[in-house]
């Protein structure tokens, strides 16, 4: 096979893997989210922000954190952001 | 065929060929490239889902959020501040909020303590199992799966916590959020308004922030600006500017760690110009010979080319499907400290990455073209080696 | 008139403190299937004038025409155009590239004219087979012998069927065996009209009959007298 030929069926089946991956976590979209609840929830609870680092009111709450966020809660915790999350707490 | 298309493709096909006679040394550069290209699409596709997932879940987030500031801080804010709102034209309903963190000295949680005033009996299917607390008997709460894992309970319905003041409240689990909702439910413990003013010694007359409904959705900016002109010392948070908060937020942080990458980047080039520009006594011959044999300036530049692109091309596919598999099948496992920080009460969540345009565009700006440029700009100058070279 | 010279002069390193004149003064015509053989001690010129002849450079001065085509002052570009359709080259050393079989080898020139693989193969099969090196085609050049290696670089210099071959002391490596056969091609080439100018002071090839004329040169210039 001409090695131009080989390069282009190894693209087709890279492409080919691109695009099954693409499809195959496409179907996990629809088992995982439940968008109904997601709606219940934010709606009933008043819920401003997502629940993705719990350690500090900035973390927590970033979109209505106190605008000048002086301290963490943690009593071993270092400081603000790019420190508190490159470190954990001091043990 | 067309033959300027078959010359092409001859020339792909010779430059194909001179990578394979260097294979092992190609293959590293093309596994180092196709690392360069993972980390930064990861970052692109992981900073994609979390926005996305932002925009997705908080589309129905309160529509404006009210705080008393003082010294700049955010302090409690007195319920009669609703009633003075209720004057403006276009709110339909004022809310008292009663939240706060609890934080656990014997599991190093800080668990979210949110108080409701009247429970939405829709909220009955975000429940794996049980049911919501009455309102009417106190201690009653639901919990979130992250707040369920960290308590670790093992089957007792009933645990205690501290008020400041060193006195025990027991609550009373009734219920826990489906772990689907752990996204905005994880560390989250839910109970009525009375419990929460209990638990935080907070008195009927204030509560943590104001939640305000408008009629419509349009004037939100509007009545957000008469909020904060009538309440001179409060903070007036509304539903866009959240959503704005987290692209800024994710946008950062993404280019935060981008930056540290860059380093890495750059290294990388270096290393492609060093060896595209040092050209060995070998490749001059060739290059001289293939002239003599009637070989233009640009083929010679155009095999370069294609050896460069097809080096790129692959570490660009492999790259972003490492990136991809990353973020989808291990939840972007490697950057979750620089995203998300640390944190003892962490959800367990899946996240879907959302390839954009814009986002493989810049993930080629940054890798591809630099690769290119440095690998073709100093073959220019190998290319024009004159013929005769290779007579004497 | 296929290849013809007038007052050419050909000066390396113009303007330097490393000037060196090559060609000075330098007439000569070739008529079409003429077989010319350039003569003379190394550093008499020979290779700067067969380059000339064969397009890769331009000539400082004077005017050269080479198939019906002025050079003097042709841009690199079109020196090459022409080269590929009208030159074939046989070089002193081969010039054959080692990490290539020798089919690649062969097919080269072609690659950059758009011929398919297929068209590229046959013609460098049938001009192999003619020259008895086809059973080495799939052969490393670094992995046969000198004659094999002279037979391959004949091949690639036939691949494009070019008027004119030029050859650079083509015997210098060569026993006398391996010699005399090329010559036998050489004469076979000639008798399918083509014009040929080699360059030597192999006795063996300035006095082969199928040699035409015995161009001398010395110190870049000239001398001709009939074989």
Redo the contacts between chains.
Sequence with gaps: MRPSSFFLVLLVILALGDGALLFLSSLQVHSTPDQQAEEVLVAGLGLTDLCLATEARYTRHVAITDAIAPFMDHPGALDHFPSGSFYGVAQ | ???????Q??????G???L??RKTKNLSVLLVFALVIFLMSSFQFLTGA?TD??Q???????EI?V?R?VA???EQIPVSYGDTLQEIFGIRRV?P?VWG?H?STTT?????L?G?SS??P??E??LLQGRLPNGSTAGEVVL?Q?VVRDLDLQGRRKFSFFRPELTQKTFTVTGE??P?????????M?MSIADTRDFFHISDTYAT?L?VTVANPAEIETIARKIAELLPDT?V?TRP??QK??NV?FGW?SG?GSVCLLTGLAAFIILAWDKASGMTPEEKR?IG?????????S?VLAVRFYESF?VS??AL??G??LG??HI?FFDGALFR???????????HL?L??V?RFGDVLLVICFTVLPYLAVTVIPAWRAASV???S??R | MMISIHNVYKTYNQGLTNEVAALHDINLDVQRNEVICLKGPSGSGKSTLLSIIGCVFPPTSGAAQVAGKKLSRLPDRFLTLHRREYIGFIFQQFNLLPQLTVLDNVMLPLMVLGYSLEVRCEKAVVLLERLGVDHRRHFLVSQISGGELQRVAIARALINDPPIILADEPTAHLDQKLSERFLGFMEEFKQEGKTIVMTSHDPLVVEHPCVDRVVEMMDGRTRSSCS
């Design positions: 065929m067309n033959t300027g298309l078959e010359k493709r001859n020339l792909l096909d010779y194909l060929m001179s394979w006679r979390l997932v932002a997705q879940a908080l589309r129905l987030a309160p959020t705080q500031m700049g801080r955010q809310e909020r963190y934080f190093g949680g800080n668990i979210t949110l409701v429970f939405d829709r909220l299917t975000a979130g992250g959020f489906k689907e909702s752990e996204l905005l439910t994880a560390d989250l839910v922030d939640l903070r948070v500017q959240i908060t987290y937020v942080r935060f060739e010979i293939l002239k003599l044999l009637g070989w233009q300036t083929d097809a091309f692959l596919l492999l972003c499907t991809y598999v989808a400290p620089v995203m998300f920080g640390w944190s003892v009460i962490t959800p899946h879907v990455p390839v004159p013929p005769d290779a007579m």
